[in-house]
């Protein structure tokens, strides 16, 4: 069964950092492109950040790039979310999710967009105000 875990929201000061994590089971890692998108209440879901785990290639949305850093750890099977620079704009619920990779697209560039994701996790609050 695949499931995904978030961890490491909270509330934080603007400027200040947080790492979420996304933890995979019920899957290898290395044969999935991992998506973090977030939603704020009352707007659609976001797309922020991706990785293909096989080939390590990352992608990011404007709104986050130079602060927000993907990385992944396939021998945890876990893949994190390093937010610097944080603002309040950043506030949202925010999601991993799991897109299973073919031969192909192994060495491809990941996409942020929902469509493309199959499986969901349960998502982390990040609340950013001072």
């Known amino acids: 069964q695949v499931q995904l875990v978030e961890s490491g929201g909270g509330l934080v000061q603007p400027g200040g950092s947080l790492r979420l994590a996304c933890a995979a089971s019920g899957f290898t890692l290395d044969y999935y492109a991992i998506g973090w998108f977030r939603q704020a209440p009352g707007k659609e879901r976001e797309g922020v950040s991706c990785?293909?785990?096989?080939?390590?290639?990352?992608n990011y949305a404007d709104s986050v790039k130079g602060r927000f850093t993907i990385s992944r750890d396939n021998a945890k099977n876990t893949v994190y979310l390093q937010m610097n620079s944080l603002k309040p704009e950043d506030t949202a619920v925010y999601y991993c999710?799991?897109?299973?990779?073919?031969?192909?697209?192994?060495?491809?560039?990941?996409?942020?967009?929902?469509?493309?994701?199959?499986?969901w996790g349960q998502g982390t609050q990040v609340t950013v105000s001072s």
């Open positions: 999710a799991a897109d299973p990779l073919t031969m192909m697209t192994r060495q491809a560039m990941c996409i942020i967009k929902e469509y493309v994701y199959d499986y």
């Open positions: 990785i293909n785990s096989a080939s390590g290639r990352t």
